[in-house]
């Protein structure tokens, strides 16, 4: 079935829902009717996956009564309930439930989809400590793999060894495991994965003591992230008995650990965990990390798999999942201070590594007033602190244009003099017109011709100037381009802002960079107030290359007109770079994270005034934009860059590191993709 664009599982999602359910102690026909209750609802949710607690249909507090016949046989008469219940619902259900299989009593996971018993996954660990006696009543699962079980009228497969993969959802493969048994060293959860499960399913019991929440939490987040799968634990809550203990009905689903959903502890009522799993994601984890791949070879899984058809709506259902705006910069305060503390330190140490390494070369740094320059100069100028140099060594130079305002002149030379560097300025105006004379440019003989000729003139002299400033002073050229302006090609190659002896910026994105400063600002990292002013007044200006004198109407050159906003690029970028995700995905994660300006969280410190909205037709514009200058424009510039640091996880684009690519690739596959998702919306 061909799904609409603003499906979310057209792009790779499907709907996870972790329950807890008030239950009744042996009494299964009201917890079925509460399974039922809280089924319907994810059924309205468009949700493809309902994970309940262990031994729901019972409670898991039964104890003794629980080898009772009555309870047993109305057990196993719920299970067929829920079965036909369920042929009306969406969602695969996945209910806790002690089970008779010949001479023994199974705590089993029973998973339910459309009107079919599709199989049954027994505990495979029994805890029997402390508080826990489960091998009083049940025999372990352990090994029963390749086994049948009838159930009712009903038979299905039994064993720990089942998966369950959705034939309609490419890469829906769910395994189910019951508490203790992510509790172990090698959980049946990590062979599932290895085996292709992306969804592990945790049906929990567990007693609530202090700290006991935190535990499972680690546990299941790290289990997300080793196995690079999404896991959702589901505990029991209200009803149990409390003759000895208490119960909290924590819920949660992880992604390849990161936290997606989780509802309150200590519940009154039914609540549901609800996030939308990005199986594309977790896919394209797996494919990268061979290692992964090479475990399954040394353990060899060997589980079995039971298909079926999910049938996902068409509908729009939303997206379930916080997508950021800014994906290389966190919204959560801690988190990006944290961000901004390692990114910054990993730019100082690379840059004292590479000074002490060559004889303590004079750091020469071209000061622009612009974003970059500026955050590149305050990496020096903590580099030399480090090294317990003065900062007086740092060699820095404004070099003025035909179209440099005085603004962004005079906050370089302000914030140069106020870190303590070196600073002169270099009119480059005489040697750019002797140039231009020379090849006989129309600008030479008066003409306004602000060609690209016009503007890398400028750029290539005032790089030849920092070369030969770094000869005559001892010196090394501290490249200040930044991961964005390299993804886009957006520098001027070889005699150029594009070299440099070390670029500290490389694997910084632009949007990040500004958080930095900020960032450097608020913690004083070497600066005093009158620095911070000079610091606000370069965040609050806009960027330019400032190559091409103002317009007639008074606007200044600006990059984001010209090439598209910074806040797109670096979207695309993220996504491309760390994912390899299809375009029409990337859009569509863009105009749910953009489309509404007044929806979900901004990082820290980005001015109210600031905040704006794209809608899909303007991210489709500079997607394809992207697209074109990524794959098949600035591979040739990005595979001769200098040496700098890798920043962000999601990686660098050095040839040397993380972004391999052919010079003279094309762009044909993705925008065809993009097209065929966009047909109104993309260009020829």
């Not at 094309?666 to 260009?683: M, S």
């Amino acid at each position: 079935m061909s799904l609409p664009f603003e499906s979310a599982y057209r792009h790779g999602f499907a709907r996870i829902a972790a329950c807890t359910i008030p239950v009744a102690i042996a009494d299964p026909v009201a917890n079925a009717d509460a399974v039922l209750a809280t089924a319907r609802e994810c059924d309205a949710e468009a949700v493809a996956v309902a994970l309940f607690p262990e031994l729901c249909l019972t409670g898991y507090s039964i104890e003794d009564l629980v080898m009772q016949d009555a309870v047993l046989d109305a057990v196993e008469r719920q299970i067929e309930r829920l079965v036909e219940a369920s042929e009306d619902l969406f969602p695969m259900l996945v209910v806790g439930a002690p089970l008779r299989h010949r001479s023994r009593l199974y705590n089993c996971a029973v998973v339910i989809h459309r009107g079919e018993l599709l199989g049954v996954a027994p505990k495979s660990y029994l805890p029997t400590y402390r508080e826990f006696y489960e091998r009083r009543w049940y025999a372990p699962g352990d090994d029963q793999a390749g086994k049948d079980i009838r159930v009712g009228a009903l038979e299905a497969p039994f064993g720990p060894d089942l998966l369950f993969e959705a034939l309609d959802v490419p890469g829906l493969v769910i395994h189910a495991e019951v508490c203790e048994d992510v509790w172990v060293p090698i959980p049946p959860s990590a062979a599932a994965a290895l085996a292709g499960a992306t969804v592990l399913l945790n049906l929990s019991g567990s007693p609530i003591t202090i700290a006991r929440a935190e535990d499972r939490k680690d546990l299941c987040q790290s289990q997300s992230l080793r196995c690079l799968a999404a896991y959702a634990y589901a505990a029991a809550g209200m009803g149990e008995s409390t003759n000895d203990l208490s119960w909290d009905g924590q819920t949660m689903i992880y992604e390849a650990g990161s936290l997606l959903a989780e509802t309150e502890r200590f519940p009154d009522g039914p609540r549901h965990s609800v996030a939308d799993v990005d199986l594309d994601r977790l896919r394209q984890d797996r494919l990268r990390q061979g290692t992964f791949d090479d475990n399954r070879r040394t353990y060899d899984p060997r589980l079995r798999t039971v298909h079926f058809d999910l049938e996902p709506p068409a509908a729009d259902i939303g997206l379930r999942r916080s997508t950021d705006r800014f994906p290389f910069v966190p919204d959560d305060p801690a988190r990006l201070a944290q961000d901004c503390y390692e990114a910054f330190n990993i730019q100082v140490s690379g840059l004292v590594q590479r000074l002490q390494a060559i004889g303590h070369p004079k750091p020469v740094i071209g000061v622009s007033g612009g974003l970059d320059s500026t955050h590149a100069l305050l990496v020096v100028a903590r580099a030399m602190d480090r090294m317990g140099r003065p900062r007086s060594d740092i060699l820095a130079y404004t070099m003025p244009g035909f179209a440099t305002s005085d603004h962004t002149k005079s906050n370089a030379i302000a914030l140069a003099e106020s870190v303590g560097a070196s600073i002169r300025t270099i009119d480059i105006r005489p040697a750019a017109t002797e140039i231009l004379e020379g090849i006989e440019h129309p600008f030479a003989d008066g003409e306004p011709v602000y060609d690209v000729t016009f503007e890398n003139v400028q750029a290539g002299i005032r790089t030849d100037f920092l070369f030969r400033l770094a000869n005559q002073n001892g010196g090394m050229v501290i490249g200040t381009s930044d991961l964005s302006e390299l993804a886009l090609g957006w520098a001027t190659y070889g005699v150029g802002d594009h070299m440099s002896h070390y670029a500290v910026n490389a694997g910084v994105p632009k949007t990040l960079i500004q958080h930095l400063i900020r960032w450097v600002i608020l913690h004083r990292e070497g600066v005093d107030e009158a620095e911070a002013a000079v610091l606000q007044s370069v965040l609050d200006t806009e960027i330019s290359p400032e190559l091409v004198p103002m317009t007639q109407d008074g606007r200044l050159q600006s990059t984001e007109d010209r090439i598209g906003p910074y806040a797109l690029h670096d979207f695309a970028l993220y996504h491309v770079l760390r994912f390899g995700f299809r375009p029409s995905k990337i859009a569509y994660l863009a105009a749910q994270a953009w489309g509404d300006a007044d929806a979900g969280a901004w990082p820290p410190g980005f001015p109210a005034e600031d905040r704006y909205a794209y809608d899909l037709p303007t991210v489709a514009k500079w997607l394809q934009v992207f697209l074109r200058r990524y794959f098949a424009f600035a591979q040739f510039k990005r595979s001769a860059i200098p040496n700098g640091p890798k920043v962000s996880p999601a990686g660098s684009l050095s040839p040397r590191g993380d972004w391999r690519a052919p010079s003279d690739g094309n762009a044909n596959a993705w925008i065809a993709e993009l097209k065929a998702a966009l047909p109104e919306l993309v260009e020829e």
